[in-house]
């Protein structure tokens, strides 16, 4: 599905910027001031960058998540190129983050739990070296956390086939191309992104929304409670509409009724009336022929 969707907004996007392609293996140092603070780099590879990526962004503590490609052997290759498995290279993501805020364990523990590590080449639906289980370290501290964690990680039977996790040196990072980056914000009504990310991160919420989660955003209940809301909202309008108009309606009857019971009325008193009339030219018109007979 993933590889659909990105033929299409490749398409769309068909010329491409040469600076997004270019190295960007000057993450190579273990730290790098920012603004005053002393940042660390990891590179990691789960499966989709487009997953990875939108869960990354989440952490505090993580200054800049961007999704490119490592592991391989061609240098600034095309996301076409990875595709066909001829690279060798991972999907990944580079995060910068600063670690007096959240440490690199932090990082291994949402890696390995946000995507299914015992799965060869494979993650859920996407399939191929590109989308492999892989850490590639910056230094010899990350490769000694990254080993301790797979190898407890793999004792605890957390899961029931064993862990094929690669854990590496890193080499070079090539940065995906700009259509790429930040997918999930930008593409947050793609059928990718409402049924694969969606999902993830919601139980990314779940599982570190409370320790690790800048914002918490991810329920699906809000979703459906605000078109709830507007449905009833709107069947509340819809009631009160009818209320009125029965309101008015019977008001209107009231009318009728009234309009009907004064015609009543007046019909009544006008039989009632001319039957005085009657009575009483009766008895003149008797009255007055007794008299003349007389």
Known sequence: ????????????????????NQQTAQFNEETTPMNNITTDTATFGSGCFWCTEAIFQQLKGVIRVESGYSGGARPNPTYEQVCSGATGHAEVTQITYDPSVITYEDLLEVFWKTHDPTTLNRQG?????????????????????????KTKLDASGAWDN?????????????????????????????????????PKLEKFEKVFGKRFGKVQRFKSSRFKSSRVQRFKSSRIKMAVGKGQLAKKFKGSSSKVQKFKGSKVQRFKSLKVKRAVGKGQLAKKFKGSRVQRFK
């Open 1 to 20: 599905m993933k590889t659909f969707v990105s033929a299409v907004i490749a398409g769309l996007f068909s010329i491409t910027i040469a600076a997004c």
């Open 125 to 149: 639906g996407d399939a191929g070296t590109q989308y492999r289980s892989v850490i590639f370290y910056h230094n010899e501290t990350q490769k000694q956390l990254a080993e301790s964690y």
């Open 162 to 198: 064993p862990i094929v996790t690669e854990i590496s040196a890193y080499k070079a990072f090539y940065k995906a191309e700009d259509y790429h980056q930040n997918y999930y914000n930008n593409n947050k009504r793609a059928p990718y992104c409402t049924f694969v990310i969606g």
